[in-house]
């Protein structure tokens, strides 16, 4: 089973957004996937409520940092959304969890101080120091026209975590949210630049776990 973590301290960066639609591209697989939701808001188990029936589906999963958690038998891919500002205990259990961490960041100064500190408190983790857990950056919101792209590249220099992809700034990203959907469940043609930018995420995604 491949269990994944989606986290970063600052709110707004595009957890949720990209736990759903890595939720939903293994459902398009035929996978098994379990959709955890670890914020109190419980954006996505609003979310999978919207979603349409006829769709992959998806199953929610309540998991509280620090409980027991076992996936149901068969589930071949676990994602955990998680809360702003998760810190401390919580993300300590929640790494515990899993062998794969997605860091979504947008850019800007309050984000790169966020997300710096948290890559920086992910780099004294046991399992990452000895590799059992293998983390990544996303760019959230990158519009190439400007110099926000560039931007995250250099900030993440600095930091031992490669930066796998870079997901446009499209309203088709809230659009297809707020109907229980996301890009991953309209036609290719639609979506093709989109895809395109995805496709080194889940490469890295879908590439060994250990
Ligand atoms: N690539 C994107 N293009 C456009 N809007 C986006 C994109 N990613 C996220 N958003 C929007 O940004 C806001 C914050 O995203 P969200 O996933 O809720 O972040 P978090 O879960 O980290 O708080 C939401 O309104 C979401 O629709
Ligand atoms: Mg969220």
Redesign the pocket.
Known sequence: MRRILVA?P???????????HLACWFAWQEDQVLLGDT?RQQ?LAHWLKTRPKALPQIRGWEVTPGEPARPPRGTQVAIL?TP?GLHGKSLKALLGMVDQVIV?LQTGAFDFWASGEFFDILAESKAVRREQIRVAAVG??VNPRTSNGRELIPFLARYDIPLVAQ????????DT?ARGMTLFDLSHGRTQLDREQWQPLLDWVTGPTR
Do not use: Q, V
């Open positions: 970063n600052k709110g707004g960066s595009g957890k949720s957004t990209l736990a759903a914020d954006s959304d702003a979504p959230m919101r997901l446009r700034d499209a309203t088709l990203y809230r949210i």
